[in-house]
C-alpha cells in the first residue's frame, strides 16, 4: 500500500522496484500485477527464515 491512510494500491513500477531489489538480496519473486510472492525453499530453517524476512523488510525500507 503507497498510502496507508488513503489505502491506495502500490502501483505496477514500485512493485517491479521491489522485485529486483528483493532478487538482488538474493530471494525469488515473482510479480503479478502489484502483488509480490516469493518462492522459499520447501524446506527451511529458522535461520532462513529470518534471512528472508530480513531481505523483504530492507527491499519495503528501500522504497521509502
Known amino acids: 500500500v503507497d498510502g496507508r491512510e488513503a489505502r491506495t ?3 505496477n513500477a ?3 522496484e521491489l ?3 528483493t532478487a538482488i ?3 525469488i519473486p515473482y510479480c503479478t500485477r502489484n502483488i509480490l510472492g516469493l518462492m522459499p ?15 523483504v523488510c ?3 525500507e528501500a522504497l521509502d
Open 9 to 11: 494500491p502500490i502501483s
Open 14 to 16: 514500485r512493485t517491479e
Open 19 to 21: 522485485l529486483v531489489d
Open 25 to 27: 538480496r538474493g530471494l
Open 41 to 55: 525453499p520447501l524446506i527451511i530453517d529458522a535461520e532462513q527464515a529470518a534471512m528472508i524476512v530480513d531481505a
Open 58 to 60: 530492507a527491499s519495503i
